[in-house]
T-cell receptor, first 112, second 110 residues
Framework: EAQVTQNPRYLITVTGKKLTVTCSQN?????MSWYRQDPGLGLRQIYY???????DKGDVPEGYKVSRKEKRNFPLILESPSPNQTSLYFC???????????FGQGTRLTVV | EDQVTQSPEALRLQEGESSSLNCSYT??????LFWYRQDPGKGPEFLFT???AGEEKEKERLKATLTKKESFLHITAPKPEDSATYLC???????????FGQGTRLTINP
């Protein structure tokens, strides 16, 4: 089954404690991206990757890091999380950046 | 600035009461217009892609249409299970990204 898998689904952490959210896709897509979704602000792109070893900032990249060492994986790293990063996070993959994207189930992150 | 705007923010209908959701875009060259359905706490689920004015796509009770300035998602005789947030997104100009609207939260009462 074609899918985008994120882990964990839920995470509560403390300010400053580094964390990684994993994302994997099995559709051989070139393009992967991370979004955060906040009430009233909609989906905002954090980082994207057009291919292996190629990553770039989206609209709200501050406080986040990504890497793309393999085509299928695109982890999101918060090196020093802060409460304003409490949000619902989605990973997505697509053939190209301007084609339909397929989303993971989301990771609800709470930073206290 | 490229923008995608959806209206209304929320819509409450009775079961069987047809209506339309709107997605308007200000853009320098639309490359594609996408509709998604999102259930609470879940990831957006892809519904349709439209590429050119006049194009229409249908799936069950949903039909998406596209003009040069906006897209409509028509819902015919909706059922309670159609309740969800509907998102539209556009790829604009030469940008390799989707720009999302804020969504319309649709509630269908039995």
């Amino acid at each position: 089954e074609a899918q985008v898998t994120q882990n964990p689904r839920y995470l509560i952490t403390v300010t400053g404690k580094k964390l990684t959210v994993t994302c994997s896709q099995n559709m051989n897509h070139e393009y992967m991206s991370w979004y955060r979704q906040d009430p009233g602000l909609g989906l905002r792109q954090i980082y994207y990757s057009m291919n292996v070893e190629v990553t770039d900032k989206g609209d709200v990249p501050e406080g986040y890091k990504v890497s793309r060492k393999e085509k299928r994986n695109f982890p999101l790293i918060l090196e020093s999380p802060s409460p304003n990063q409490t949000s619902l996070y989605f990973c997505a993959s697509s053939y190209r950046g301007n084609t339909e994207a397929f989303f993971g189930q989301g990771t609800r992150l709470t930073v206290v | 600035e490229d923008q995608v705007t959806q209206s209304p923010e929320a819509l409450r209908l009775q079961e069987g009461e047809s209506s339309s959701l709107n997605c308007s875009y200000t853009v320098s060259g639309l490359r594609g217009l996408f509709w998604y359905r999102q259930d609470p706490g879940k990831g957006p689920e892809f519904l349709f892609t439209l590429y050119s004015a006049g194009e229409e796509k249908e799936k069950e009770r949903l039909k998406a249409t596209l003009t040069k300035k906006e897209s409509f998602l028509h819902i015919t005789a909706p059922k309670p299970e159609d309740s969800a947030t509907y998102l539209c997104a556009a790829t604009l100009g030469g940008a390799q990204k989707l720009v999302f609207g804020q969504g319309t939260r649709l509630t269908i009462n039995p």
